[in-house]
């Protein structure tokens, strides 16, 4: 409820006192297939201590989001408009080596597969110290101090042993660990985790998102968690964004999303969710078509294809109008917040059990 | 008196190295002065051909040799070579670029004496003289000159020239001409290796009946039939001598004990040679060779084409750079002949080979077609693949102008006529009923055998043959036309004299009883008039009446039998650098004469 | 890491001992009597059979190769004189020793490849670098349609092009040739500087493709993006991360580069008359000299063979997966 103060399709003035800001971003890719719209006017805030959680499915544009935050995308193939504001910084247009300056130390990633994202021909210490180093100008020796320091911290045992081994001398979830400490070397103020846990099993995804709070608690960072897990999410974030085709097509705190969701494709995340307390032979029921092009979304709403509700909006409008999200709470939906409700109720809130 | 294959192929494929030891001759040659144009030199060495080669006396064995005008003592050459030296010992040198490195290295009883007008001689070597015969021609006396010796200072004896005639003998003896043991031991094959099986290694000598050496100076053969052209044969650089004190056999092939005014400092076989003076050569005993250069370095793996270009660029080292073997390749003769800051630093010559296309007497049995074969065939087409005047010379019969007492004939009209009488053939043809007769004609798949091929094909083809050309590889090319019943009716080949007598020449290449698989006799001709005619020269112990009965044979060959027609005598140009003095070509080595050379200061 | 190199160099026996039995079986094959090379002009059948006994070729084919390969290990006294382990007998050419002529013809072959080694990789890696680090620039375009020119080149054309270029017309470089370094390094270097070049010409081209082909992958890997994300400097990334991720195809395919340079350069052995490895292995081919055939078919395949053991250990220090597992 600290986010979202204006509709997106005015690409208003980033908001005052967030600490990142996002308004009205455009990533395109050009391909040999021809211009892929992956994140097609997108626009949100994000508060100091705070935790944004955005979900959708792949190829929604959620990394590609948070790749643009941090300037990695490769400019030769990239074209990025809008704004990108930290902490009143300009950072679409800003030079390499002032994104390089920001990179690892004020706003650090965590990427999904630590397997892939950890470099296989250097060691753990090393990889944590670098940043460090770097950023801090300290020396090679209290990198490495640190680095110890780091993977005692993200709760890895004898840290001064481990410090000098390799990635894949680490199970799955101390090598995420090991990444966490890397990103949290120095202390960034925003963090980014794409699918953090996604290659974890279930105790240790708890024990990681455990310890992204417990980090969070200390050094005040602003996380956004990148999910398609509403499961994961729900445990930590303090806001979701959902996103769909480019677009974000709901917002809302967290448990105003679990509650009352109101977008059809919302609903449809929530039904395909496995429950902990369900009944094993109840079938879930996952979204039916596949996520459209982004090559040539589809006119209108781009969920339209897949959504069973268009009907009740009536007139084919769903396939001609792109509907907006509205300001604060709201999804990008041309049901009526009465139809939303009802159609919630009735159908989709029983099903959830 | 076979040439090995290797020496057949690369004459048929581009005439270029010749693997000959000794050949051709039959006097002049280029003299001493380099020639400024083609023409001059062809005429030239055509006009001297037509001397006499000369058995010398005593005064014409005496050294010491007839200094060469110019020439400055001291230097060093560089000698671009294409093969290494496979043998070193004379007993297995037969090739002719070990030959050529025999005569700076190694002496025999006799050898070749080229004066400065151009003028050859066979004179004694080691020995006094060319030798003296007796008892009709079967006993020969040698005696040698004072003050010979061995690199290291040894005298060389009598006990050595016997050394070196019973070593030959010996099984590891394979490479070296088999004339000497042959004549001895009154043999065909190598059925001589009887008389001693195991050379003298094991204490066993040739009787005194056959070999005496009643002192240290004087050594006697005693042949079982005359031997007329013995001077020729041990001017041969395979009976040179061996030191009997020094013979390691098989090692000794790689460090032989020198002669010659050279001596080997370092071989690296297959990359280098240096070749220093041997400082107990005594010039005063040596009529033929000199002593100019300091060194020689020779490097190998010089094809043609690079000691050309290497030569025509003399550039920097490149002026004192010669080869001894390596002709000017085709493809750069144009340019050579054509400037004359180049061509003035060339040589040229006869090489000993004749070629021929052979009809295979055994399935052409036909005179008609046979005579129509002969008239039909286009010899220009093998004389351009040969790089034309520079590498060849119309042949109007199969003895080579280099043979002593050559008459120059074209009874068949086949030099005057190069393109072939496609007309006159096919009316033979038609006359005798024999139209589209088919031929097959075998040819080697090198550049060169596939260009004249075609030509000649077409040209049968035209004259009224129904020609199926068979592509024949060259490294087998000899195997299979040489074999007896050979499914082929025409093919290309190649011979060269040992010496300049056309008793290498005939009897090898046209006696019937001789046909074997591999023999020489590819054309396979049996018959009783040529092989009645080579017993009858063969017993003649007048040189002069033996050299005409001879080329009456060739004439009666080329024109009554017909087992092939001959094609082109070989020729070639070499080239050398501009510091380089001395370049004679030596008809008796079929290159530039190495003794002669020296650098200019 | 013993227990590795154990294991390879017994698999490389048995390489090499199938490789030896297959060019000794595959030389009598061939129908040509290796004889006839030192039957000079009096080639009778008996000279023949003097000649296939002092060659040892009277024996039958396996017997011949169980001598030759026994040999190798327990020396043997020839007529040609005495022959210590490594043996592999006499050349039936010229009846030089085939282990000593190796040998000396190694070092030839040796400062071939290695001198254009340096000069291969110091461009083919330099420019293949700097393509994939200007990826899709104009510097990038004009390099790799460049190697793509270079890579069809041919030695055989180069290699007198040059020669005519700057020494025959101009002077400009000395006449290729072979100084041993110990003897004179200047001239080793002068001799030996267009040969070098000749022959990385098409190995710089593959090794600019190869370069540039594996750096744009590396620089798509995750953890290179991890890097960058961490902050550090685009050279840091390109040098560090992406470049360390780049040297297992290179050091690969180096290995088997330089494992059949050693073997000898052939072509261009041939073009610059250099006498090393590779024009005796012409040599023998055409002279059917068995042994020193067999002396240099063992000896390049052993070149090839160990360079590929050696590779296997330098991706052990490279990649510590395959070093810690």
């Given amino acids: 409820m600290t986010t979202m103060t204006t509709p997106e399709d005015a690409a208003p003035k980033a908001a005052q006192g967030a600490f990142l800001s996002v308004r009205d971003l455009y990533v395109r890719f050009s391909t040999e297939d021809g211009i892929v719209k992956a994140v097609d006017g997108l626009s949100f805030d994000l508060q100091r201590g705070q935790t944004l959680g955005i979900v959708g499915e792949s190829g929604s544009g959620k990394s590609v989001t948070n790749l643009a935050v941090l300037g990695l995308h490769n400019p030769a193939t990239t074209e990025i408009a809008g704004e990108i504001v930290l902490d009143g910084q300009e950072l679409t247009g800003a030079s390499n080596r002032t994104l390089e300056r920001l990179r690892g130390n004020r706003m650090a990633m965590i990427f999904q597969d630590s397997l892939t994202a950890l470099s296989p021909y250097y060691t753990v210490g090393r990889q944590i110290a670098e940043p460090y180093v770097k950023h801090r100008g300290a020396s090679k020796r209290e990198g490495r101090e640190r680095a110890i320091e780091m993977l005692e911290k993200v709760g890895i045992p004898q840290p001064r042993l481990r410090v000098d081994d390799y990635p894949h001398q680490f199970s799955g979830g101390m090598r995420q660990r090991a990444m966490i400490a890397m990103a949290l070397v120095c202390n960034p103020d925003l963090l980014i985790a794409d699918e953090p846990t996604t290659a974890l099993d279930v105790t240790v995804q708890a024990q990681i998102l455990d310890l992204l709070s417990d980090l969070q608690q200390e050094f005040g960072s602003a996380i956004i968690l990148i999910t398609h897990d509403l499961g994961v999410v729900s445990k930590v974030a303090d806001d979701l964004l959902v996103m769909y085709a480019g677009r974000a097509v709901e917002r809302g705190s967290t448990r105003q999303l679990l509650t009352e969701p109101q977008h059809p494709y919302t609903w449809g995340l929530l039904g395909s969710m496995p429950r902990l307390m369900s009944d094993v032979n109840e079938q879930l029921t996952p979204i039916p078509g596949a996520p459209p092009s982004l090559l040539a979304p589809p006119p209108g709403c781009a969920f339209h294809p897949r959504c069973g509700y268009t009907d009740l909006v009536g007139g084919g409008r769903c396939a001609v109008q792109r509907p907006d999200l509205p300001l604060g709470r709201g999804s990008a939906c041309h049901l009526t917040d009465q139809q939303k409700r009802s159609v919630f109720i009735e159908t989709i809130q029983p099903r959830l059990g | ?601 | ?325």
């Avoid at chain 2, 070593?167 to 290796?193: C, E, H, K, M």
């Avoid at chain 2, 004990?257 to 400092?265: E, F, L, N």
């Avoid at chain 2, 070749?275 to 370095?297: C, E, G, I, M």
């Avoid at chain 3, 039958?60 to 005495?82: D, E």
Wanted: contains cysteine.
């Fill in chain 2, 1 to 601: 008196m076979r040439r090995t294959r290797t020496a057949l192929l690369a004459t048929v494929a581009a005439g270029a190295l010749v693997l000959t030891a000794c050949s051709s001759g039959g006097g002049g040659g280029n003299s001493t002065t380099e020639n400024k144009d083609a023409k001059v030199k062809q005429s030239k060495s055509a006009q001297q051909l037509a001397g006499q080669i000369t058995f010398g006396d005593d005064a014409a064995s005496k050294g010491p040799a007839e200094p060469v005008p110019g020439a400055t003592p001291g230097g060093t050459m560089n000698v671009l070579e294409r093969d290494s030296y496979t043998h070193l010992d004379p007993g297995q040198i037969y090739v002719s670029n070990e030959g050529q490195l025999a005569t700076l290295i190694h002496r025999g009883l006799t050898t070749y004496k080229l004066d400065n007008a151009g003028k050859y001689t066979v004179v004694g070597d080691l020995a006094t003289n060319s030798g003296e015969q007796s008892d009709g021609g079967k006993t020969w006396t040698y005696h040698l000159k004072d003050g010979i010796k061995f690199q290291d200072g040894t005298p060389i004896t009598s006990k050595d020239i016997r050394w070196s005639v019973e070593r030959l003998f010996a099984p590891f003896i394979t490479n070296g001409p088999a004339y000497l043991q042959q004549w001895l031991a009154n043999t065909a094959g190598t059925d001589y290796r009887k008389l001693l099986p195991d050379g003298p290694y094991k204490g066993a000598h040739l009787p005194d009946t056959l070999l005496s050496t009643p002192d240290a100076k004087t050594i006697v053969f005693h042949f079982p039939k005359p031997q007329t052209d013995t001077p020729y044969l041990f001017a041969m650089p395979g009976y040179s001598v061996v030191d009997s004190a020094k013979d390691t056999k098989q090692a000794y092939d790689k460090a032989p004990v020198a002669s010659g005014p050279y001596m080997i400092k370092n071989f690296d076989q297959g990359k280098s040679m240096t070749l220093v003076k041997n400082p107990n050569w005594d010039p005063n005993t040596d009529s033929a060779r000199h002593q100019y250069v300091d060194t020689f370095a020779i490097t190998f793996n010089h094809q043609a084409e690079d000691s050309t270009k290497r030569l025509m660029s003399d550039s920097g080292e490149n002026q004192t750079s010669v080869s001894f073997d390596n002709a000017v390749d085709t493809d750069n003769t144009p340019k050579v002949v054509g400037d004359p800051a180049i061509y003035k630093r060339t040589v040229a010559g006869y090489q000993p080979f004749v070629g021929q296309i052979d009809f295979n007497m055994k399935r052409l049995t036909d005179f008609d077609v046979r005579k129509a074969l002969a008239l039909a065939i286009p010899t220009k087409a093998v004389y351009q693949a040969l790089g034309a005047e520079y590498g060849a010379e119309y042949a109007g019969g199969f003895l080579s102008p280099s043979l002593a007492g050559y008459q120059k004939a074209d009874p068949l009209g086949k030099a005057a006529n190069p393109n072939g009488d496609a007309a006159a053939a096919k009316k033979i043809l038609t006359d005798a009923g024999k139209l589209n007769t088919k031929i097959t004609y075998a040819y080697v798949n090198t550049t060169a055998g596939q260009q004249y091929s075609v030509t000649i094909a077409t040209a049968l083809k035209a004259a009224g043959f129904d020609v199926q050309r068979k592509e024949l590889p060259s490294d087998t090319y000899y195997d299979l036309i040489g074999k007896v019943d050979n499914q082929y009716d025409i093919y290309a080949s190649a011979w060269g004299a040992d010496w300049p007598s056309a008793s290498t020449v005939i009897p090898p290449v046209f006696d019937g009883r001789t046909i074997a698989d591999q023999a020489p006799n590819y054309a396979h001709v049996n018959d009783a008039h040529i092989n009645s005619e080579i017993d009858r020269i063969e017993a003649l112990t007048d040189p002069a009446a033996a050299q005409k009965a001879w080329f009456d044979l060739n004439t009666y060959i080329v024109t009554k039998v017909i087992p092939g027609v001959p094609t082109v005598y070989y020729k070639q140009l070499q080239l050398f650098g501009s510091k380089v003095g001395g370049a004679v070509y030596n008809n008796m080595f079929s290159a530039i004469d190495a003794t002669k050379l020296f650098v200019k200061q």
């Fill in chain 3, 1 to 325: 890491m013993l227990r590795f190199l154990v294991r390879r160099t017994l698999g490389a026996v048995v390489i090499l001992l199938f490789i030896s039995a297959f060019t000794f079986f595959l030389f009598f094959a061939i129908p040509h009597d290796p004889a006839l090379l030192s039957c000079g002009k009096n080639c009778t059948p008996d000279n023949l059979k003097t000649i296939h006994h002092n060659l040892g070729l009277d024996h039958p084919v396996p017997v011949q190769y169980y001598l030759f390969m026994v040999r190798i290990f327990t020396g043997h006294h020839f007529a040609a004189g005495n022959c210590p382990a490594p043996c592999f007998g006499y050349s039936f050419a010229n009846s030089e020793p085939v282990w000593p002529t190796l040998i000396d013809r190694l070092p030839t072959t040796l400062s071939l490849a290695l001198g254009s080694m340096v000069v291969f990789l110091l461009f083919g890696l330099g420019t293949g670098m700097l393509a994939a680090w200007r990826r899709g620039s104009a510097v990038d375009k004009v390099l790799s349609s460049a190697s793509l020119v270079l890579s069809s080149m041919q030695i055989y054309f180069v290699g007198p092009l040059v020669l005519a270029l700057l020494v025959y017309n101009n002077h400009i470089l000395d006449q290729p040739k072979y100084v041993p370094l110990t003897q004179n390094p200047v001239h080793w270097f002068s001799g030996l500087i267009i040969p070098w070049c000749v022959l990385s010409i098409l190995f710089t081209a593959n090794y600019t493709r190869m370069a540039r082909s594996t750096m744009i992958e590396q620089l798509q890997e995750e953890h290179v993006r991890t890097a960058r994300a961490k902050g550090m400097s685009g050279a840091y990334v390109f040098f560090r991360y992406a470049w360390r991720g780049s040297l297992i195809p290179i050091v690969t395919i180096l290995g088997i580069d330089l494992g059949s340079l050693l073997g000898g350069a052939m072509i261009t052995e041939w073009t610059f008359q250099l006498t090393g490895l590779g024009r005796l292995a012409i040599d023998s081919v055409t002279k059917t000299d068995l042994p020193m055939l067999m002396g240099v078919m063992l000896f390049s395949s052993a070149m090839i063979v160990l360079f590929n053991i050696l590779v296997d250990a330098v991706y052990a220090f490279i990649d510590p997966r395959i070093r810690l597992s």
